[in-house]
């Protein structure tokens, strides 16, 4: 189904540079019985209800306009904030996260362990540094970008 995220993707961008808005992700997912066509979209500060149902209603117009339909079963379409655990995805979105507090999966361990969380203080094109508390223990911790399976914000407890 990437072909959907790619067609949104090219018709969802236009409609959020005009409104000076961020395209984070967009997803097509079967979840249960139905499909769902996410729409990820941010602005400094925040995004809000009224913004996401105004690109909602642009993006319906558009995709029901087409001829033939880009998406031929029935979905559900939801237009939303990435959230406070915003996914990690572009290279914009590390440089933006740094010193901030991060939630990192591994494809293959790094001192016996998979997942990590801490403050990221540097990133470059091979590696993350995060900065973490391992059973009291504060330590920087070196991360090669290919082991990254995915990384997101995260709310430190």
């Keep these: 189904m990437s072909s959907v995220v790619e067609t949104?993707?090219?018709?969802?961008?236009?409609?959020?540079?005009?409104?000076?808005?961020?395209?984070?992700?967009?997803?097509?997912v079967k979840e249960g019985d139905?499909?769902?066509?996410?729409?990820?979209?941010?602005?400094?500060?925040?995004?809000?209800?009224?913004?996401?149902?105004?690109?909602?209603?642009?993006?319906?117009?558009?995709?029901?306009?087409?001829?033939?339909?880009?998406?031929?079963?029935?979905?559900?379409l939801e237009i939303s904030s990435p959230g406070a655990e915003r996914p990690l995805l572009k290279e914009k979105d590390y440089q933006n996260s740094i010193n901030k507090y991060v939630h990192v999966s591994l494809y293959q361990q790094i001192k016996g362990e998979k997942v990590f969380e801490g403050y990221l203080l540097s990133v470059s094109d091979a590696e993350l540094t995060l900065k973490i508390n391992q059973k009291g223990r504060i330590s920087n911790l070196v991360i090669p970008r290919e082991k990254i399976a995915k990384a997101r914000l995260a709310i430190k407890f």
């Design 8 to 28: 949104v993707t090219q018709i969802v961008s236009p409609i959020v540079d005009a409104h000076q808005f961020e395209l984070v992700n967009v997803e097509f």
């Design 34 to 76: 139905g499909w769902y066509l996410r729409v990820y979209i941010d602005k400094p500060g925040g995004i809000t209800i009224e913004e996401c149902a105004m690109v909602s209603d642009e993006l319906s117009e558009k995709l029901d306009a087409m001829d033939p339909d880009p998406i031929p079963q029935a979905y559900f």
